[in-house]
């Protein structure tokens, strides 16, 4: 496979459920992000590592939890969620820490019931 | 004060005009600036980037940046209508703590009309 890959592609969870989403990059990429994009919202940062270390938590709530094995891989662990954390979430990567241009993956949209 | 401001649209253009997104921010310092399409159900695209004053073009893509105005526009030259998608500018920015940080603004929906 290349570029960057996600799944599920769709997931539909119950408020007491948890899940996780998966991101892997195959393009040899040193920084991976999670975004959030809801409808008529601009695309929200929510978290940024750089070779598998945290480097930014931008005040998500801790129902969402990310894990960066190493430099390929991201999850995002889900638990408890509220149904207006029902959006399209996107991984994306850069060559580096330096927030060069990112490339995104075809996301995961998710549904909280 | 939004970081990065672009009319939502919808714009729309019959087949083969130029179509012009425009795109302002507020960081003086910003340095990078991207386009990026989107097109329905699917996740974003770059398709453009531009880091200098000036025009930069891509086949039948130009991108244009005026720092001393804070502004950055894309032209789509002879639109088609597989160039129907939404269009979100994003920049990165200079200051700070959020130093190197992408903000992306709401997009512009373009609809191309045969």
């Known amino acids: 496979e290349t570029g960057v890959t996600q799944t599920p592609r769709h997931l539909v969870m119950g408020m007491t459920n948890k899940k996780s989403l998966k991101c892997e990059q195959h393009l040899g990429h040193n920084a991976m992000y999670w975004y959030k994009q809801s409808a008529k919202k601009p695309l929200e940062l929510m978290f940024v590592?750089?070779?598998?270390?945290?480097?930014e938590n931008n005040s998500v709530p801790s129902r969402f939890s990310p894990e960066c094995p190493n430099s390929s891989h991201l999850f995002l662990h889900l638990h408890t969620l509220q149904p207006e954390d029902s959006a399209l979430y996107l991984c994306a990567s850069s060559q580096d820490k330096g927030w060069a241009e990112q490339y995104f993956g075809p996301g995961t949209r998710l549904t909280v019931t | 004060q939004k970081e990065v401001e672009q009319n939502s649209g919808p714009l729309s253009v019959p087949e083969g005009a130029i179509a012009s997104l425009n795109c302002t921010y507020s960081d003086r310092g910003s340095q990078s600036f991207f386009w990026y399409r989107q097109y329905s159900g699917k996740s974003p695209e770059l398709i453009m980037s531009?880091?200098?004053?000036g025009d930069k073009e891509d086949g039948r893509f130009t991108a244009q940046l005026n720092k001393a105005s804070q502004y950055v526009s894309l032209l789509i030259r002879d639109s088609q209508p597989s160039d129907s998608a939404t269009y979100l500018c994003?920049?990165?920015?200079?200051?700070?703590?959020?130093?190197?940080?992408?903000?992306f603004g709401r997009g512009t929906q373009l609809t191309v009309w045969p």
């Open positions: 590592y750089s070779l598998e270390e945290r480097v």
């Open positions: 994003a920049v990165r920015t200079s200051r700070g703590s959020t130093l190197g940080r992408l903000y």
């Open positions: 531009i880091y200098s004053n």
